[in-house]
Structure formats: C-alpha cells, structure tokens
C-alpha cells in the first residue's frame, strides 16, 4: 500500500530545496543589505523604502522561494520525527496553510494600493 | 540476541562536531520557519500607520524583542553557513573527514561571529 503521507516524488522535492537554497543564500543576504543601510528611524522614511515596484516584487518572489524551501524542509523534519500517518499529516497541513497564509499576507501588504497607490 | 547497549536518551548521545552542525542546521531551520508568520505580522503592523511603525519599534526594542532578533539572527546565520557547506558537500566538495570537520568548525565560528557582531549592535 502507498505510504499516506509521503508523496514519493523525493528527488524532485530534494532539488526544490537545493534550487532555493541558492535563490535565498544570494537573495535574504541582498535584502537584508539594503534594509540595514537605510534603517529608518520614522513612518514615513520606512515606508518609502519599500517605494520601489522592482523591490517588492524580489520581496515577494524570495518569499515565494522561501516557503517552498521551509515546506521542503518542514516535509523532512515530519517524515523523521512524526510516526502516526494522521497527525503528520495534520501538522504538514498546519504548515503548509501557515506558510502559503503568510504569502497571501505578504502580497496583500506589499501591493497595497492604499500604501503606494496602485502601479 | 546479545543485548547490545542503546542510548535514545538525548543527553547520552554524543555527537561528533559534524553532527551538531546538521542536527543545528535542521533546529535553526526550524526556528526560522516559526518565525516567517511573525515577521509577516511585524512587517503588517509596521506599515499600517504611524501608531503601528512606533509598535513594531517598542517590540524590537523590549529585551524580550531583541533576544527573539539574537536567536532568529544565530539561527538564519547558522542555517545560511550550514546550508552553504551542505551545498558544497552535494557537490562532493569537502567530503574527506578531515575536511568536513574543518569545515564543521569553520559553520560554527562564523554563525557565533555574527551572532556576536549583532549582538553588539544590538545592545550597545
């Protein structure tokens, strides 16, 4: 019988993780350059960093790579530590909601017309 | 059968240094996932209007706040460092013992280094 909770396409999941490993290792570093540089102490000086369109779309796309990696990671951590067939698959459910949940939230935050006006 | 000693007791088991380095590497993996929904909320909050920007900068800057950022800061330094040399070892570069415990060392010090460097910033 086919395992319930595994998904049996390994290697594909493995260089998924390995693909946006290298993404966020130049991605995260780049970012957190060009945050730690300005380091706002004001509403209005915060805000405008994230004026530029080109930026928010690398955010959201690192993001995107982001949560693909965690679930890659979140996936490994289950299958070795989580027995029951059930309760992995309720936890990797909880993750998988928490992580696509964040991106939603991420994109609505940064697309936000009433913060940039629409572009 | 010979009974044969098992040791599942955690703190019985003695890793050797290229062990600490993975089983690290998948902890602070996971810290780092726990973290991505309340960086999604503090970036949420501090965009939201001025109220919620000085919000954000209380958290922050509670002591409570800037242990969160030194643990989050060790672990993304460790995961980057650790993950990097995992790459590398993919790429069966650094696979002799020799090396990989070098290389094990090398993970260690610079994630304590920046851990280090931040925690300078952070509470000076």
Redesign the interface.
């Given at each position: 019988m086919k395992s319930a909770s595994g998904s049996h396409t390994g290697t594909g999941v493995w260089l998924l993780q390995?693909a946006t490993?290298?993404l966020l290792?130049l991605a995260?570093?780049g970012l957190g350059v060009y945050f730690l540089a300005a380091r706002p102490t004001?509403?209005p000086g915060?805000?405008s960093l994230?004026e530029p369109l080109g930026l928010r779309v690398l955010m959201l796309l690192t993001?995107a790579a982001?949560?693909l990696h965690?679930w890659a990671?979140?996936r490994?951590?289950l299958m070795d530590y989580v027995r029951p067939t059930g309760l992995r698959l309720v936890l990797l459910l909880a993750?998988i909601v928490?992580?696509a949940?964040?991106v939603a939230?991420?994109a609505a935050?940064l697309f936000?017309p009433a913060?940039w006006g629409v572009t | 059968m010979p009974q044969r000693p098992v040791y599942l007791n955690l703190l019985r088991i003695r890793l050797p240094l290229t062990g600490w380095v993975s089983i690290l590497h998948r902890l602070s993996g996971g810290l780092l996932f726990l973290a991505v929904p309340f960086g999604v909320l503090g970036l949420s909050q501090s965009l939201s209007d001025e109220a919620g920007f000085r919000r954000v900068a209380e958290w922050i800057g509670h002591p409570l706040g800037k242990l969160f950022l030194l643990i989050l800061t060790w672990a993304f330094a460790h995961h980057l460092f650790a993950g990097l040399r995992h790459l590398a070892l993919d790429a069966h570069w650094g696979l002799d013992l020799r090396q990989a415990r070098r290389s094990s060392i090398a993970v260690l010090l610079a994630s304590a280094l920046v851990t280090l460097l931040f925690a300078g910033k952070l509470f000076t």
């Open positions: 390995r490993a290298l290792a995260l570093p004001d509403y915060w805000q994230f993001v982001l949560t965690a990671g979140m490994d951590i993750v928490t992580l949940g964040s939230w991420l935050i936000n913060l | -």
